[in-house]
């Protein structure tokens, strides 16, 4: 045998028989004698054998792969992982993984370009994690996670953002915050990010405090853009007293670049993120933040996902899980 990939010939030299007799078995086929099966069974299980994708999808029109795709792999993306995990046990289906590793420009659309690359002969079809837009063809089945903009048709599963932009904001104001600042995403980022930013608006309309668009800010996809936003709000000529970032890591940076300041957290300033992700209890202090069901939503997306490629629909469509306000120690009333 040589030494790079395991062949169906040498299972079938290693186990005395011929590809034909291989093939049978691999394919469940009746001819073969119980024992040679079993033969057969004992060299795939020692030699690795696992046979190509692309063979598998010739040969029956399907991988029994899904694929999740996601831009870069990230916290959100990490966790949402575990419960896409956690949906095809006890199926027939594996998962394979596919991000651009978020390099390169051309983010707007990239689902597309992993879809025209996978679909066909790599997966039967696609768990879109927070996709920029969902126009997309080919006839792949797909679910998308936290998208932006896309067809009725496209079955989604998200979180209530805009409640989770509410729960934050009024946290800070029931503290006695009154200058808030808001760490957004780029506007042609995800549908989350507006409504996360309207709950906040809202929240400082519904308790009569005045909007300052001052304090609303931008964080590039770039860390280094994202900190030196951070710095432009604290260095203002009235700094916010508290900011809501509207993602965790955000809210983890923005701990950073408060303390690399001189500034303490929460005494000087207190900051509260949204997703919930492990790394926010890590941080020092341990993030305040709002959480989405990340796991729940990978889990809910595959099974969706696992009744469009049997021919079913799903119960639902359009599934949006609840937030909830996680307190830790990030945050305090202001001085």
């Known amino acids: 045998m040589n030494s790079g990939r395991v062949t169906i010939r040498d299972v079938a030299e290693h186990a005395g028989v011929s590809v034909a007799t291989v093939s049978k078995v691999l394919n469940d086929r009746y001819g073969v004698a119980a024992a040679t099966v079993d033969r057969v069974r004992e060299v795939i299980a020692e030699l690795g054998y696992e046979s190509s994708l692309v063979a598998r999808s010739l040969r029956n029109q399907r991988t029994n792969v899904i694929g999740v795709l ?70 792949t089945p797909v679910v998308a996670v936290d998208p932006h903009s896309g067809r009725e048709t496209v079955p989604t599963v998200d979180a209530d953002n805009l ?29 989350s990010g507006p409504l996360r930013e309207e709950g906040y608006r809202s929240a400082l309309a519904d308790a ?41 890591v955000s809210a983890i940076s923005t701990i950073e670049v408060a303390t690399s300041m001189g500034l303490r957290v929460p005494e000087d300033l207190s900051v509260i993120g949204f997703d919930n992700v492990p790394e926010s209890m890590m941080s020092d202090p341990p993030l305040t933040t709002v959480e989405q069901p990340i796991q729940q939503m ?38």
């Open 70 to 139: 996601v831009w870069d792999i990230e916290p959100f993306s990490a966790e949402l992982l575990k419960g896409a995990a956690r949906a095809i046990r006890g199926t027939d289906y594996e998962l394979v993984v596919y991000a651009g590793g978020g390099k390169g420009s051309g983010r707007l659309g990239w689902e597309r370009r992993y879809l025209s690359r996978l679909s066909g002969t790599l997966i039967d079809g696609a768990v879109l994690v927070t996709p920029t837009v969902l126009d997309v063809d080919g006839g």
């Open 163 to 191: 409640q989770g932009g509410r729960l934050a904001t009024e946290h800070l104001i029931a503290l006695g915050h009154r200058r808030i600042g808001f760490l957004g995403r780029p506007p042609r980022d995800l549908e």
């Open 208 to 248: 009569g405090l005045p909007l300052d668009p001052a304090l609303i800010r931008v964080a590039g996809y770039d860390e280094t853009d994202a900190r030196n936003t951070v710095r432009e709000l604290l260095t203002l000529p009235s700094p916010p007293t508290a900011i809501f970032a509207a993602n965790d």
């Open 298 to 335: 990978g889990l809910i997306a595959v099974e969706m996902l696992l009744d469009l490629l049997a021919g079913r629909d799903p119960a639902q469509r359009h599934v949006r899980l609840p937030t909830r306000l996680v307190p830790r120690s990030s945050c305090a009333p202001p001085k």
